[in-house]
């Protein structure tokens, strides 16, 4: 591992930065998590697939023995003045459990790097370069034809003129090299298309040095154009050459600088066009979307309707997972009622106001679960909801949970449910699913409904919390109940809302006022406040947030992936669903869900 020394782009300090390499030991912090000690390693094949940002290390955890990608800005050295802080023994089992790991790594390394070279695969396997190119729509042969003119150059490339590296600097680059020999611009012209070719220190010594390889390179187009393809690749290959020779002729032809600058353009233009893909032609044409402002939660303000109730708080300890859009305001209004709280999540700047109110802050799920007698769980996705259970520090790294109550908030599907419940029982907890169905507002209002099953016991323990944030709570018996009558609600509610916004875009089109029809529709036997409420909005075009539309369309995914398993027909619902997804993709899916309005009138 070595250092070297950058500049800082806000002063004239300087600040370390560390270059690692496979088998440097360092601590690596995920977001929401405490630094645990690890190792930089070559990607597992199945890691190198995932989506991952910039500047990333694949690191192998240890005591978990699992691969993540890491931000380089979360990597710290294993040895170092900071090491004695971070290897605290008052840190949890799962955390003393990798400490150890690491030390007996050191000592004798041939067990984990065993287990490292065999999740990895052999040691010829693709590399991150491989997957570049195929990325970049390089095929075999410009790969090769690249390393050969690189070969005759004496490893020296020509810079392409007009290449993605130059920028503005077109035209500079053509009148620089209109001075230059003639022989050297068919070879530079030939190249325009190449992407990955790297550039020479200047343009002068870069035409002098690449004339040798033009010429061969000039030699071996008139051969191949000569010869008669007999094979696809061959036709590929005769192709490519034809159009190269017939640039060239064009470069003869136009002895002024500003017949070559015109071919060299046009050549440079075509070549951008071809290897442009589908996808990022569409990624261009994409409308702009401003974002909706994130809500700040307001710790001082109060609810009429909870004001007015009498809730005597329980004397137990409340853990809350996930400070999102509905567990914000629900850990609010549990603070604010007098229940004792403790809370935890990713991002740990949500976390500030509510330790302001009297929270107790935690640093991981699995701390929560230590300091709590109750712990809920409030997150976007089944996904995430598994993650904080089965994953790194989360609630099953506690191996014997004494009897503790987890209640699963997040709008999932029952098999998720029910694997979650399994585990919570295996290690002696017990579970309930709790989902919750409304709005932001009718959260903070304490107007929701709960829809609970899984341990009875559970439920009327949690009795005061739900009395908090619920106006109607239904127990339903086994585990899974709840979270089918939950989904088969969002499928009226999602398909009432498309057929809303479906009746005022034509409304709109017919140029009759919308809030006309809203007007009329609040005298009829079809009116509701949820249809009143989003079809002000739409007329408005205020699409603050209440329900966000990804979460909708998540809802119906979920109950069509239900469906299938029924072999149970849905097609409104599978319409409906990919209107939303359409939505979603015009760049309202952080937006209400009444945003679908959106895509229906235009």
């Given at each position: 591992?070595?250092?070297?020394?950058?500049?800082?782009?806000?002063?004239?300090?300087?600040?370390?930065?560390?270059?690692?390499?496979?088998?440097?030991?360092?601590?690596?912090?995920?977001?929401?998590?405490?630094?645990?000690?690890?190792?930089?390693?070559?990607?597992?094949?199945?890691?190198?697939?995932?989506?991952?940002?910039?500047?990333?290390?694949?690191?192998?955890?240890?005591?978990?023995?699992?691969?993540?990608?890491?931000?380089?800005?979360?990597?710290?050295?294993?040895?170092?003045?900071?090491?004695?802080?971070?290897?605290?023994?008052?840190?949890?089992?799962?955390?003393?459990?990798?400490?150890?790991?690491?030390?007996?790594?050191?000592?004798?390394?041939?067990?984990?790097?065993?287990?490292?070279?065999?999740?990895?695969?052999?040691?010829?396997?693709?590399?991150?370069?491989?997957?570049?190119?195929?990325?970049?729509?390089?095929?075999?042969?410009?790969?090769?034809?690249?390393?050969?003119?690189?070969?005759?150059?004496?490893?020296?490339?020509?810079?392409?003129?007009?290449?993605?590296?130059?920028?503005?600097?077109?035209?500079?680059?053509?009148?620089?090299?209109?001075?230059a020999s003639p022989a050297?611009?068919?070879?530079?012209?030939?190249?325009?298309?190449?992407?990955?070719?790297?550039?020479?220190?200047?343009?002068?010594?870069?035409?002098?040095?690449?004339?040798?390889?033009?010429?061969?390179?000039?030699?071996k187009r008139r051969t191949?154009?000569?010869?008669?393809?007999?094979?696809?690749?061959?036709?590929?290959?005769?192709?490519?050459?034809?159009?190269?020779?017939?640039?060239?002729?064009?470069?003869?032809?136009?002895?002024?600088?500003?017949?070559?600058?015109?071919?060299?353009?046009?050549?440079?233009?075509?070549?951008?066009?071809?290897?442009?893909?589908?996808?990022?032609?569409?990624?261009?044409?994409?409308?702009?979307?401003?974002?909706?402002?994130?809500?700040?939660?307001?710790?001082?303000?109060?609810?009429?309707?909870?004001?007015?109730?009498?809730?005597?708080?329980?004397?137990?300890?409340?853990?809350?997972?996930?400070?999102?859009?509905?567990?914000?305001?629900?850990?609010?209004?549990?603070?604010?009622?007098?229940?004792?709280?403790?809370?935890?999540?990713?991002?740990?700047?949500?976390?500030?106001?509510?330790?302001?109110?009297?929270?107790?802050?935690?640093?991981?799920?699995?701390?929560?679960?230590?300091?709590?007698?109750?712990?809920?769980?409030?997150?976007?996705?089944?996904?995430?909801?598994?993650?904080?259970?089965?994953?790194?520090?989360?609630?099953?790294?506690?191996?014997?949970?004494?009897?503790?109550?987890?209640?699963?908030?997040?709008?999932?599907?029952?098999?998720?449910?029910?694997?979650?419940?399994?585990?919570?029982?295996?290690?002696?907890?017990?579970?309930?699913?709790?989902?919750?169905?409304?709005?932001?507002?009718?959260?903070?209002?304490?107007?929701?409904?709960?829809?609970?099953?899984?341990?009875?016991?559970?439920?009327?323990?949690?009795?005061?919390?739900?009395?908090?944030?619920?106006?109607?709570?239904?127990?339903?018996?086994?585990?899974?109940?709840?979270?089918?009558?939950?989904?088969?609600?969002?499928?009226?509610?999602?398909?009432?809302?498309?057929?809303?916004?479906?009746?005022?875009?034509?409304?709109?089109?017919?140029?009759?006022?919308?809030?006309?029809?809203?007007?009329?529709?609040?005298?009829?036997?079809?009116?509701?406040?949820?249809?009143?409420?989003?079809?002000?909005?739409?007329?408005?075009?205020?699409?603050?947030?209440?329900?966000?539309?990804?979460?909708?369309?998540?809802?119906?995914?979920?109950?069509?992936?239900?469906?299938?398993?029924?072999?149970?027909?849905?097609?409104?619902?599978?319409?409906?669903?990919?209107?939303?997804?359409?939505?979603?993709?015009?760049?309202?899916?952080?937006?209400?869900?009444s945003a679908v309005f959106?895509?229906?009138?235009?």
């Amino acid at each position: 591992m070595s250092k070297n020394k950058k500049l800082s782009l806000s002063g004239g300090d300087t600040a370390e930065k560390f270059i690692y390499k496979p088998k440097d030991l360092i601590w690596a912090k995920m977001k929401g998590f405490t630094p645990w000690p690890g190792m930089i390693v070559d990607p597992p094949l199945d890691l190198l697939s995932q989506q991952r940002r910039a500047n990333t290390k694949c690191v192998f955890f240890f005591g978990s023995r699992n691969f993540a990608w890491i931000e380089e800005n979360n990597i710290k050295p294993f040895e170092g003045p900071w090491k004695e802080e971070l290897a605290k023994v008052s840190k949890p089992a799962a955390f003393r459990h990798a400490m150890t790991d690491i030390e007996k790594y050191i000592d004798d390394p041939a067990e984990v790097d065993e287990q490292v070279n065999k999740s990895c695969g052999a040691p010829n396997h693709a590399t991150e370069a491989d997957f570049d190119k195929i990325r970049d729509g390089l095929d075999s042969e410009e790969i090769v034809g690249e390393e050969a003119t690189a070969d005759a150059n004496n490893g020296v490339v020509a810079h392409v003129v007009g290449s993605p590296d130059d920028g503005d600097g077109l035209d500079v680059e053509i009148n620089a090299d209109s001075s230059a020999s003639p022989a050297t611009t068919p070879a530079a012209t030939t190249k325009a298309g190449g992407k990955r070719t790297p550039k020479a220190k200047s343009v002068a010594a870069a035409s002098v040095k690449s004339t040798k390889g033009s010429a061969k390179s000039a030699q071996k187009r008139r051969t191949s154009a000569q010869q008669t393809p007999s094979g696809p690749s061959n036709a590929k290959r005769g192709k490519r050459s034809a159009s190269g020779e017939a640039l060239q002729d064009g470069d003869e032809a136009s002895s002024t600088p500003t017949g070559r600058r015109r071919v060299e353009t046009d050549a440079l233009l075509a070549s951008i066009a071809a290897k442009r893909t589908p996808n990022a032609i569409a990624l261009l044409d994409r409308p702009v979307v401003t974002r909706p402002e994130t809500q700040v939660i307001d710790m001082s303000s109060r609810s009429n309707t909870l004001a007015d109730r009498e809730i005597v708080a329980s004397e137990q300890t409340f853990g809350f997972l996930g400070l999102g859009m509905m567990g914000s305001t629900i850990v609010k209004d549990l603070i604010y009622t007098g229940h004792k709280v403790v809370v935890w999540n990713r991002t740990i700047d949500k976390c500030q106001p509510f330790a302001e109110a009297g929270a107790e802050v935690k640093d991981t799920p699995m701390d929560v679960v230590e300091a709590a007698d109750v712990i809920f769980c409030c997150v976007s996705d089944p996904k995430g909801a598994k993650d904080l259970v089965f994953g790194n520090c989360g609630v099953l790294q506690l191996k014997d949970l004494n009897n503790k109550a987890y209640v699963e908030m997040s709008t999932i599907d029952p098999d998720t449910s029910l694997d979650i419940g399994e585990g919570i029982k295996q290690c002696n907890g017990r579970y309930l699913e709790a989902q919750i169905h409304g709005s932001r507002q009718e959260a903070a209002d304490g107007m929701l409904i709960i829809l609970a099953g899984g341990d009875r016991s559970v439920f009327e323990e949690c009795h005061s919390c739900f009395k908090t944030i619920a106006k109607n709570t239904f127990f339903l018996g086994n585990i899974g109940n709840a979270c089918k009558v939950n989904l088969i609600l969002q499928t009226i509610l999602g398909v009432s809302l498309v057929g809303l916004a479906e009746a005022l875009a034509l409304a709109d089109r017919f140029s009759i006022s919308l809030n006309d029809i809203i007007d009329i529709f609040d005298l009829t036997s079809m009116k509701s406040p949820m249809l009143l409420a989003k079809g002000k909005e739409m007329a408005k075009g205020d699409f603050n947030p209440q329900q966000p539309l990804s979460h909708m369309q998540r809802d119906l995914r979920l109950v069509l992936n239900m469906a299938e398993n029924l072999d149970q027909s849905m097609p409104v619902t599978s319409i409906t669903n990919e209107v939303f997804k359409h939505t979603k993709r015009l760049g309202y899916s952080e937006h209400d869900s009444s945003a679908v309005f959106v895509r229906s009138r235009f």
